[in-house]
């Protein structure tokens, strides 16, 4: 087979990505459905605040320590056998939940879906590395982020009329049917390429050379060292700490961290009963703010996809700028005493869209830094960041909450405003691990002979940024 023909892009690629998106879609429905039912949850359940958070905490907390895990299975077992089993899971939590009249049924419904939600998109993003060659990768990446997030919508307007209009009892059951119907696209759609069309990732230290390096043959500057951390013999298996060691690694971990937890807190839990409650919208309106938030997500994916391609070298700075631009947002909606314009909302929520993919990015490191072989591992790792930091906002806002104002699930504007300042804890550990892993990364790479210029500099010679 030519070169030309290895690297071109079969149809059954187009169709593994149709299907996966479709499974990731399901799950991402399964995952915030409880966002749109917050205010329904309070009252069937009796709790309050912290009770309600410990819902979208179990589930987060649960998905994020099953991504190593997930990781290591997918290595092993293969992409479509961990979307059959992490889809039957999810639908069975769903089950559970659509029956479920005390909070701890619910919360064992939330670990279900948790786990069953863990390998689903990591092993989706192994099947865009696979299919697709390295230089389409990033972009195609954000298309699946863009078109499974779509979820969002199917939550915030199709399920949220069918749970005011059918009953707690009959939505969840009919998302525990969408959960055997993604396990059924699976078995139908879901393959790995042949080996003679696989793209995978040239594991590197000196940062993805299918990324950054010269077109043609790699120079010997531009090679993996032997003896660098995050090379690994191919005779030699890699354990998870080994895949998880490099720095570009970490990076991507850091990076998915800030980009993804303050709209999944919007998103996933306090979003409708913030707007609801606190600025005095109506349900309609706060499902329209969450609609948004996923238009925006799917606007601003393709954008940040191919930034991240033609530019792989400055990929940090596009998530350092998405995480200032979401504090700036968040200022100017919490810092006023009185409720904000619709219009100001909406700001906020466009600005929030765009962190998802964003952290995206985190993804795109893992592939190019990881180790053959242990993707999914990498993967899964990068993955855990933003939902370990999701778990922090959610239970700090909720415990705040709890805090200002025991004994009620009755919240005012000035309690929410205390309450999600406490994001400002998880987005300056994301930023400064950010910071710290780009520093190693950058020193690693300049070992192995990459060096990145300054931004004046490389506008000075003309470089590709």
Do not use: C, K
């Not at 329904?40 to 605040?49: P, S």
């Not at 559970?96 to 879906?113: K, P, Q, S, Y």
């Not at 990768?137 to 997030?149: D, E, F, N």
């Amino acid at each position: 087979m030519s070169h030309v023909a290895a690297r071109a892009t079969p149809r059954a690629a187009w169709a593994v990505l149709g299907a996966a998106a479709f499974i990731y879609f399901v799950a991402i429905v399964q995952r915030t459905s409880l966002g749109i039912a917050g205010v329904e949850a309070l009252d069937r359940f009796g709790v309050e605040a912290i009770g309600l958070s410990m819902l979208s905490v179990v589930q987060i907390s649960v998905y994020a320590s099953l991504q190593l895990p997930a990781g290591a299975l997918l290595d092993r077992l293969g992409p479509r056998r961990m979307l059959v089993i992490g889809s039957l899971i999810m639908g069975t939590g769903q089950l559970t939940l659509a029956f479920a009249d005390t909070i701890w049924l619910a919360l064992l419904a939330r670990v279900l879906i948790g786990a069953g939600d863990a390998p689903i998109f990591v092993a989706a993003t192994r099947l865009v590395s696979e299919w697709f060659p390295p230089r389409r990768a990033p972009l195609m990446v954000q298309i699946l982020g863009m078109l499974g997030q779509v979820g969002q919508i199917a939550s915030a307007i199709p399920v949220a009329w069918l749970l005011h209009q059918s009953g707690w009892n009959a939505a969840f059951s009919i998302l525990a049917a969408l959960g055997l119907a993604a396990a059924a696209m699976s078995l139908w759609q879901i393959r790995m390429p042949p080996v003679d069309h696989a793209h995978h990732a040239v594991p590197s230290v000196a940062g993805a050379q299918g990324e950054v390096a010269p077109a043609g043959p790699p120079t010997p500057s531009h090679s993996a060292s032997a003896h660098s951390p995050g090379t690994h013999s191919a005779d030699a298996p890699a354990s998870i700490r080994d895949a998880i060691r490099p720095p570009g690694v970490r990076l991507g971990f850091w990076t998915h961290w800030t980009g993804l937890f303050s709209a999944n807190t919007v998103a996933l839990l306090w979003g409708v009963p913030f707007f609801v409650q606190g600025q005095g919208l109506s349900t309609a309106e706060a499902s329209g703010l969450l609609t948004l938030l996923v238009i925006t997500n799917i606007a601003s994916a393709p954008i940040i996809g191919t930034l991240t391609a033609r530019h792989p070298l400055r990929r940090s700075w596009l998530s350092l700028g998405a995480a200032t631009a979401t504090a700036i947002a968040w200022a100017t909606v919490l810092i006023p005493s009185g409720p904000r314009p619709m219009w100001q909302l909406a700001a906020l929520i466009v600005v929030l869209g765009a962190g998802g993919p964003a952290s995206l990015i985190g993804m795109d490191y893992a592939r190019t830094f990881g180790l053959r072989g242990r993707l999914g591992t990498a993967t899964g790792f990068a993955n855990i960041g933003g939902f370990a930091a999701t778990v922090l906002s959610v239970a700090l806002v909720g415990a705040v909450l709890q805090v200002v104002s025991p004994g009620t699930s009755e919240y005012t504007l000035d309690d929410y405003r205390i309450a999600l300042t406490a994001m400002a804890v998880p987005w300056v550990i994301g930023v400064a691990g950010i910071l710290r892993s780009r520093r190693r990364t950058r020193a690693l790479m300049a070992s192995d002979g990459v060096v990145i210029p300054s931004l004046r500099q490389a506008l000075r010679e003309g470089r590709r940024l």
